[in-house]
Every structure is written in C-alpha cells, then in structure tokens.
C-alpha cells in the first residue's frame, strides 16, 4: 500500500483529564501510542507517515506542557531511533528548527543522519510547524514554476526526501479540521475523521481508516468515465 498518510494526532490531553490526571501524563501515553502506529503503517506497507507532533501555534499553551512536550519529543527522538533502524524507516523532523533548544535540534539532526539509509518507510514528524508560515517563506523567494515552488516548499520544511501528495489524513480526537497541517499537499488529500482520543487510537483504528480509504473513489477534479456494456 504506497500511500502518504497524515495523522493530526489530536486529544492527548483531554484523554488524561477525563481520567483525572495532568495534560501532560495524556502526551506521555500518546508518545507510546506513536510506537504502535509507526510499526503498524509499516506493516501495512504505508510509503509516507506525517505526524504532527507541535504546531506553530502550540507555543501558546502553558509553559509547563511546553516544556514537557519538548522533553518527550527529543526523549522519543533519543530512544526510538535505533528502533527505525532496525526495521529500516527513515526519520525526518518538518517544521522550524530556530525556535527549538538546541539538545532537540541536535537529537533531530543525529537522528537524521543514523537513519538516511533506509528505505522502509519515511517517517516525517512535524514539530513547530506551520503550513501558512511555511507557504509564506516559499512566495517571498519568488518562485516561476510549480516544480521551483515544491522544491523551495520542500527546503523551508527541512523536508530531506520526496514525501509527495498526502492521500490520506487522519485526525483523531473528534475536531474536523486541518488545523494549518499540510495544506499544500493536501489538496487532494481523503480526510477521516474520529473520535477516537490518540492514546486509544491503534492498529485497528488505522486498519479501519485504510479500509474506509481503500472504498473511496478519487477524481481529482475529473469525472470518471461511465461503465461500458
């Protein structure tokens, strides 16, 4: 299954208030429920997985979850690592790096590197990022095609290798939106959407979205041609 699929990992911490704990406990289960999920689209044969971990706009949230989020980011980034390896998926972090302490930065590039090599599946993992911001910076440098203009895309995003189209996006937690997450690329994206809070969402929950997936039809603007006979 050669697919680009995106995951807007949403309600971590509603998942942990409703069982009377600390937001940030609910991000901790969240990151384990990331292991589940990596290892099951790569079983499923899925090309491309885009998670986004920190948004632009999630700097607004309270110092200590930041903090906190960050920690768990480079803490996942230090010990899943030869994990990729071994089962040969390729890491590569999307997003800004200026505004991140430079441990994390680090833990991304080394991260990078160890992995460059593999060719399983690429796992792409969105932190401080933001699809306005990053279509932005592309427009002020004036590109004349559309190939200069994805390729420009795909260097403001520190994207180091051809993810191309997202074909399907996932967002769990119950909002239905995209919420500033790869809006080029998901111009003619499938979009599923579920309840289901992240730390509860696993390899069923994504075999379900692949089966939905596999029932649509896609157009892309063009009509299919009638059933001769």
Known sequence: MSLHVAIIMDGNGRWAQ????HRSAGHVHGAKAVNGIVEAAARAGIRTLTLYAFSADNWGRPNLEVDALMRLLQRYL????????EQSIRINVIGRRDRLRQSLVRAIEQSERLTAGCSRMQLRIA??????????????????????????LAHVDHSVADSGAVDLLIRTGGEQRLSDFLLWDCAYAELYFTDRLWPDFGEAELTAALADYSR??????????????
């Open 18 to 21: 409703r069982r009377g704990m």
């Open 78 to 85: 230090t010990t899943e690592t030869r994990e990729c390896i």
């Open 127 to 152: 932190i401080d990022y933001s699809s306005q911001h990053s279509i932005l910076e592309v427009a002020r440098r004036g590109p004349r095609s559309l190939e200069e203009f994805e390729g420009l």
């Open 216 to 229: 649509r039809q896609r157009r892309f603007g063009k009509v299919l041609a009638a059933a001769e006979g």
